[in-house]
């Protein structure tokens, strides 16, 4: 069965570039949200969106923005980067047909911030 | 806001043995949903189980079932005949459509699992 999809799988920056991490959904899904997971910590919400609007917001830096696209693929963009920042970020998916309680994740882009 | 607590950091059990891990959380909402997520080494978040909080009975997926007691905010894990492959961080997480569709974890519980 296909799964999310995520691009990179590792980056590497350094203080102060930008990045942009792709997320790409299950075929069919319709709902992306994204979470940070920094060293030892349990994953944080940080955006969501539904239909390419955004739908909730959650600890979001104002440095970063993200957006869904027609196709339903969504792109966070991280810019004047931390060495804070350094994470693992998931992207995950759901069915409308099914809820939002069903959210299948991806294997997550690990960012280092150096 | 909602808050999620796992208060055993780490587990271990005994190959082919029975393990249950704690959850515990803090609502004021009657409809919400619950879940493990389990995070083996390779960090891919991949969901063991869910339930319902309208519903009484409790979920089972194969060998993990769950206690869910809603007056207490108790939803604890319970992992029969454990495998070597289970051996992972579990987390227990919180979704109430009311305030947003986003999920809400728990610290999580690394499980060691010994052969």
């Known amino acids: 069965a296909a799964g999310v999809i995520q691009s990179p799988r590792h980056l590497i920056k350094e203080k102060r570039e930008t990045a942009t991490l792709k997320c790409y959904p299950i075929p069919r899904h319709d709902t992306v949200y994204w979470y940070q997971q920094g060293p030892g910590q349990d994953p944080q919400f940080l955006i969501s969106f539904y239909e390419k609007m955004q739908s909730d917001k959650g600890s979001i830096p104002d440095r970063f923005s993200a957006q869904q696209f027609s196709d339903y693929h969504s792109e966070l963009n991280m810019s004047s980067l931390e060495l804070g920042d350094s994470a693992l970020y998931f992207c995950a998916s759901s069915p409308q047909d099914r809820g939002p309680y069903e959210q299948y994740f991806g294997p997550g882009t690990r960012l280092t911030v150096t | ?115």
Not at chain 2, 12 to 20: D, F, I, L, P
Not at chain 2, 37 to 42: A, D, L, V
Not at chain 2, 95 to 108: D, E, I
């Open chain 2, 1 to 115: 806001a909602q808050t999620v607590t796992q208060s055993q950091p780490e587990m271990s059990v005994q190959e082919a043995e029975t393990v249950t891990l704690s959850c515990t959380y803090d609502t004021s909402e009657s409809d919400y949903y619950l879940f493990w997520y389990k995070q083996p080494p390779s960090r891919q978040m991949i969901l063991v189980i869910r339930q319902e909080a309208y519903k009484q009975q409790n979920a089972t997926e194969n060998r993990f079932s769950v206690n869910f007691q809603k007056a207490a905010k108790s939803f604890s894990l319970k992992i029969s005949d454990s495998q070597l492959g289970d051996a992972a961080m579990y987390f227990c997480a919180y979704m109430n459509n009311n305030a947003g569709n986003m999920l809400t974890f728990g610290g999580g519980t690394r499980l060691m699992v010994k052969p």
